[in-house]
C-alpha cells in the first residue's frame, strides 16, 4: 500500500477515536452544537489539528492519485480507516449512535472534519452527502441504516470492488486504469477572445455539454481551458481510447470542467456518449475537424495564431513576444516547458525559482516537440548554418528572403493589415528541384537551424497506408505539430506523396486520389514551415506547385562553386601535404556537392590511417575512383589525365 495512503488513514482512524471519546464525554443531557465540534479534550484536538495541516503534502498526492478534491480524499481515508482498523468502526458507531452501524455517516464526517479543522461543517457535510455519486467516481456506496432517517444519517463505506484496488495498488484503481487523466489549472487571463468564451458558457450552461471540433487539437483544447478560467475552476482532460471506461468512472473530481477528449478515437461512440451525457452535468467535447457533434452546440475553433499565443507566453514570461513568434502553443503546454526548463536549472545546482531565459524554454519546447512525433518522423539535429550553403548568389538570395518571411509574416499579417482568407494558408512552403546531390536537404538543415526548429524528415514508409484513411491521420498529426512551430517539415522526394492525380480506373486509383487531394486541402490551409525536395520537378501535381510559395532550382555546381565544395569537404590546410593540388579535380570532374562531401569523407579517413595522417593526392585519388564507380559514372584512366598515376595498379 502507498505510505501516504497509510499515514492519512492512520490519521483518519485518530481522528475517529478522538471523536467518540469527546461525543462520550458529552453529558447526557447536553445537545453540543455539530457546527462548532466538541468541548472536550481541547489539547488532544490541537494536536491533531496540528498532524492534519502536516499531512497536507500526503493527502496532496492522495487525491492527485485519486483524482478527488481534498475532502472527498478525507472521507475516502475515513471509510478506509474503519475497514482496516476496528477500533476506528467501533468509534464509528458511537458517532453515528446506532449500536449496530459501525459506518460512517455524513454527519459523522462533517464534526469530525470541523473538529480537526479540515473544513466547515456545512462543506464536508455536502461533500460527504455526495458521497455514493459519481462525482466521487463510484469508490463509496450508500448503505441505508433504518428507514426514516435523514439523508445526513445514512452510511458510506468503500465499494467492495474497489477495496483491494486501493489497498494492493495504493490508490492505482481499477476503474483509473482505464483513463488517461489531465488536470490543468485555470490560468490568469483568457487566450480566445472573451466574448467567444462567455457565447460558449452560456451554450454549455444551457445545454448541459458542447463539442469543441477543429484540425487542432491544441487550439481546442485551450478554448476548453479558458472556459475553465472563465468559470474558475481547474479542468479534468479525460483522452478516451477504446475499450471505453464506465460513465460512472469520469466524474472523479466534481470541482472541475470535465473534458472528453475524443480525437484518438475514429468516430465518436454515439450510444455510449449519449449514456454519459445524461449522466454527466457541464461535459465538453474535444472533436478532430471531420467528427459529427450530433446534438450538441458545436464551436468551430480556427488553430491558434500569433495573437493567441502572445496571451498564452505573457502568462509566463515578460518576453512573450519571441516566444509567440516561434510557437503557437496552448497554456498547458507552455507552462509543461517552463517546468521541463526549471529542472534543467537544478540539475546544474540552481533553484526552482530562478526564471528560466526564453532560449532555455524554447529548447524545451523543441525538445517535447520532438517527443511528439509519431514513426512517421525522423528527427534530424543539425547544426549547419547557410553560411556554409555553396549555391549561387541567386540562391543564397531566396533563401534568404525564405528567412525573412518567416520572421517577419505576424508584421506582414498584423501591423501591415494583410489578412488571409479562412481556410487559406499563412504559412510557408518551398519547394527545391534539382539533380540528387545538389544541397537540397542541406538547405533545409540550414534553414531549419537558421529559424531555430526542429528538422522533421517525413518517412513515406510510415506515412503511406494500405488502409483507407490512415494516411491521411498520419499526416494529420504531423502537419499539427508543425503548425506549432516545433519544427520544419521536410518532403524528401516530394513526387512519391505529392504526385500527379491520374484517371481512376479502379479502386486503387480513386483511393490514391483522394490522399493527393487531402494533400491538397491540408497544405491550403498549412500555417508551418515545410519544404518538399524532388528530382523531378515535372513529376508534381500542378495544384501543389500552385501553392508553394518558393521554388528554388539547385543546379549542378559550376567550376567556382565546385572548388569551394572542394576546400569544405577536405581537412584543413595543414592536414594536407603540400603538393595536394585540387584544380584537377574540380576542372575534371563535375561532380554534384554531395558526391564531393562523400570524397572528401572517404579521403579523410584513408588519410587518418596513413603514417603520417596527412591527405595526400592519392587519398583523394582513390576516394574519387570508388565514389564514380558507387555512382556509376565514367571512370576510365584517361579521365584521370596525370592524375592516373595515383590509380590503384589493377585499374591504371
Known amino acids: 500500500m502507498s505510505p501516504a495512503l497509510l499515514a492519512s488513514i492512520a490519521l483518519a482512524r485518530d481522528i475517529t477515536l478522538l471523536g467518540a471519546a469527546s461525543a462520550l464525554h458529552q453529558p447526557e443531557d447536553e445537545i453540543g452544537d455539530a457546527h462548532q465540534g466538541w468541548t472536550a479534550h481541547d489539547e488532544e484536538w490541537r494536536g491533531i489539528q496540528e498532524l492534519a495541516a502536516e499531512e497536507e503534502g500526503l493527502i496532496a498526492r492522495l487525491q492527485t492519485a485519486l483524482a478527488l478534491d481534498p475532502l472527498s480524499a478525507w472521507l475516502v481515508c475515513f471509510c478506509l480507516a474503519a475497514e482496516l482498523h476496528p477500533e476506528a468502526a467501533a468509534a464509528l458507531?458511537?458517532?453515528?449512535?446506532?449500536?449496530?452501524v459501525h459506518l460512517l455517516t455524513p454527519t459523522s464526517f462533517a464534526r469530525l472534519a470541523v473538529a480537526a479543522s479540515l473544513s466547515d461543517y456545512t462543506t464536508a457535510l455536502s461533500s460527504a452527502l455526495q458521497g455514493g455519486l459519481p462525482g466521487k467516481m463510484g469508490l463509496l456506496e450508500v448503505v441505508e441504516i433504518s428507514p426514516g432517517r435523514p439523508l445526513s444519517g445514512r452510511g458510506l463505506r468503500v465499494h467492495p470492488s474497489e477495496i483491494t484496488a486501493l489497498l494492493q495498488e495504493g490508490a492505482q484503481l481499477r476503474a483509473s486504469r482505464q483513463l488517461h487523466t489531465v488536470l490543468n489549472m485555470p490560468g490568469d487571463v483568457l487566450v480566445h477572445a472573451p466574448a467567444r468564451v462567455a457565447g460558449a458558457h452560456t451554450l454549455l450552461a444551457e445545454r448541459g455539454g458542447i463539442a469543441l471540433r477543429s484540425r487542432?487539437?491544441?487550439?481546442?483544447?485551450?478554448?476548453?481551458?479558458d472556459l475553465a478560467t472563465f468559470r474558475e475552476q481547474p479542468m479534468l482532460v479525460v483522452a478516451l481510447t477504446t475499450p471505453l471506461p464506465p460513465v460512472g468512472a469520469l466524474l472523479r473530481w466534481p470541482h472541475a470542467l470535465l473534458v472528453l477528449d475524443l480525437t484518438g478515437l475514429g468516430a465518436p461512440p454515439a450510444r455510449w456518449l449519449a449514456d454519459a451525457l445524461r449522466q454527466l452535468p457541464d461535459t465538453v467535447l474535444l472533436l478532430s475537424d471531420r467528427m459529427d457533434a450530433g446534438t450538441l452546440p458545436c464551436v468551430e475553433v480556427e488553430p491558434l495564431d500569433f495573437r493567441h499565443a502572445c496571451a498564452v507566453w505573457s502568462q509566463i514570461t515578460s518576453e512573450a513576444e519571441p516566444l509567440a513568434r516561434r510557437f503557437r502553443?496552448?497554456?498547458?503546454?507552455?507552462?509543461?516547458?517552463?517546468?521541463?526548463?526549471?529542472?534543467?536549472?537544478?540539475?546544474?545546482?540552481?533553484?526552482?525559482?530562478?526564471?528560466?531565459?526564453?532560449v532555455a524554454i524554447a529548447e524545451q519546447v523543441l525538445r517535447r516537440g520532438a517527443r511528439s512525433m509519431g514513426p512517421s518522423v525522423k528527427v534530424l539535429r543539425t547544426a549547419a548554418r547557410l553560411e556554409r550553403l555553396v549555391v549561387s548568389p541567386r540562391l543564397s538570395e531566396q533563401l534568404s528572403d525564405i528567412v525573412g518571411w518567416y520572421e517577419h509574416t505576424d508584421k506582414a499579417h498584423a501591423s501591415l493589415g494583410i489578412h488571409s482568407e479562412r481556410g487559406s494558408s499563412v504559412g510557408l512552403t518551398a519547394l527545391f528541384s534539382g539533380?540528387?546531390?545538389?544541397?537540397?536537404?542541406?538547405?533545409?538543415?540550414?534553414?531549419?537551424?537558421?529559424?531555430g526548429l526542429n528538422l522533421y524528415r517525413i518517412d513515406l514508409s510510415q506515412v503511406v497506408s494500405k488502409y483507407i484513411g490512415e494516411t491521411?491521420?498520419?499526416?494529420?498529426?504531423?502537419?499539427?505539430?508543425?503548425?506549432?512551430?516545433?519544427?520544419?517539415?521536410?518532403?524528401?522526394?516530394?513526387?512519391?506523396?505529392?504526385?500527379?492525380?491520374?484517371?481512376?480506373?479502379d479502386a486503387h486509383d480513386r483511393y490514391a486520389n483522394v490522399e493527393v487531394g487531402y494533400l491538397l486541402q491540408r497544405m491550403e490551409s498549412f500555417d508551418g514551415v515545410a519544404i518538399l525536395t524532388t528530382n523531378l520537378r515535372s513529376n508534381l501535381d500542378p495544384a501543389f506547385v500552385r501553392r508553394i510559395r518558393f521554388i528554388l532550382e539547385f543546379p549542378m555546381p559550376?567550376?567556382?562553386?565546385?572548388?569551394?565544395?572542394?576546400?569544405?569537404?577536405?581537412?584543413?590546410?595543414?592536414?594536407?601535404?603540400?603538393?595536394?593540388?585540387?584544380?584537377?579535380?574540380?576542372?575534371?570532374?563535375?561532380?554534384?556537392?554531395?558526391?564531393?562531401?562523400?570524397?572528401?569523407?572517404?579521403?579523410?579517413?584513408l588519410a587518418a590511417a596513413s603514417e603520417d595522417g596527412l591527405l595526400h593526392t592519392t587519398h583523394l585519388v582513390r576516394a574519387t575512383y570508388q565514389e564514380l564507380e558507387k555512382s556509376g559514372m565514367a571512370r576510365s584512366p584517361s579521365a584521370f589525365g596525370p592524375l592516373r598515376e595515383h590509380l590503384p595498379a589493377g585499374v591504371r
Open 472 to 505: 491521411e491521420k498520419a499526416l494529420s498529426t504531423v502537419f499539427n505539430e508543425a503548425e506549432a512551430g516545433h519544427g520544419l517539415l521536410l518532403f524528401d522526394e516530394a513526387d512519391a506523396l505529392f504526385g500527379k492525380r491520374s484517371e481512376a480506373r
Open 558 to 605: 559550376d567550376a567556382t562553386a565546385r572548388r569551394r565544395l572542394w576546400e569544405q569537404s577536405l581537412p584543413e590546410p595543414h592536414f594536407r601535404t603540400p603538393a595536394l593540388n585540387l584544380e584537377p579535380f574540380v576542372q575534371r570532374f563535375q561532380l554534384s556537392g554531395g558526391s564531393i562531401s562523400n570524397i572528401g569523407l572517404a579521403a579523410t579517413h
Open 216 to 225: 487542432s487539437r491544441r487550439a481546442a483544447h485551450q478554448l476548453a481551458l
Open 329 to 358: 502553443l496552448g497554456l498547458t503546454e507552455a507552462r509543461a516547458a517552463v517546468a521541463d526548463a526549471k529542472d534543467a536549472l537544478e540539475l546544474v545546482g540552481l533553484s526552482r525559482e530562478t526564471q528560466p531565459s526564453t
Open 93 to 100: 458507531s458511537i458517532l453515528a449512535e446506532e449500536n449496530t
Open 435 to 451: 539533380p540528387s546531390g545538389t544541397g537540397k536537404t542541406f538547405a533545409a538543415r540550414c534553414l531549419a537551424n537558421t529559424l
